[in-house]
């Protein structure tokens, strides 16, 4: 099993410019979150999916939406993206056992 | 709300050294507690988790933590560190909301292992 899996890995964009971020996972998880990480913050949820068709607000929605078309995948948007969308984007899955599974991250630069 | 508090942001030990990384969380209601560890440019690995029973819990790689409800507290303890060990460890608390697990992380602990 791949596990939880993430693309890119790295992204540099320009202020103004969208991208999708995805995130798949072969454990067949019904639960999928997607996190920013800061340095000194933590990670900081921003949206979450307890299920196929479903999403939900985090901590820091503002800027980015989700999709869950397929349960396996949880896609992370930014429609014009700004520089304080900088950051490392964690996605994560769990099937409510209360561990979540984390992927390698992907590391955005907005310049 | 619940938050957590990470009281040292770096640790610096030998190698060998015991070490206990601080983590102390507010709430109101019963939680469940989590110790993740993330190596260089890597995701988090859980190390260990406490959800009820014994308060002592062991983890990977000869990690452990006690939670004790009357300090709030989950510090993380190993009584001898490897250089592999260099890494941020992060605490968090659980809490269902709305159908959802939902983890709230400390800010991190940076711990570096010296020989």
């Known amino acids: 099993n791949a596990g939880v899996t993430q693309t890119p890995k790295f992204r540099v964009l320009k202020t103004g410019q969208s991208m999708t971020l995805l995130c798949a996972q072969d454990m067949n998880h019904e639960y999928m979150y997607w996190y920013r990480q800061d340095p000194g913050m933590g990670l900081r949820l921003i949206h979450y999916?307890?299920?196929?068709?479903?999403?939900a607000k985090g901590e820091v929605p503002d800027g980015y939406n989700v999709s869950r078309l397929k349960k396996q995948n949880f896609l992370l948007g930014l429609e014009s993206a700004a520089p304080s969308q900088t950051s490392v984007y964690f996605c994560?899955?769990?099937?409510?056992?209360?561990?979540?599974?984390f992927g390698p991250g992907t590391r955005l630069t907005v310049t | 709300a619940q938050s957590v508090t990470q009281l040292d942001s770096q640790v610096p030990v030998f190698e060998e050294a015991p070490v206990e990384l601080r983590c102390n969380y507010s709430?109101?209601?019963?939680?469940?507690l989590f110790w993740y560890v993330q190596y260089p440019n890597q995701g988090l690995q859980l190390l260990l988790k406490y959800l009820s029973g014994s308060t002592l819990v062991k983890g990977i790689n000869g990690f452990e933590a006690e939670f004790n409800k009357s300090q709030t507290s989950f510090h993380l303890r190993k009584p001898s560190v490897h250089i592999s060990d260099t890494a941020e460890y992060f605490c968090a608390v659980s809490k269902l909301i709305q159908g959802a697990q939902k983890l709230v992380f400390g800010q991190g602990t940076r711990l570096t292992i010296n020989p």
């Open positions: 999916s307890v299920g196929e068709g479903t999403t």
């Open positions: 709430s109101s209601v019963s939680v469940y």
């Open positions: 994560a899955s769990s099937i409510n056992t209360y561990e979540q599974y």
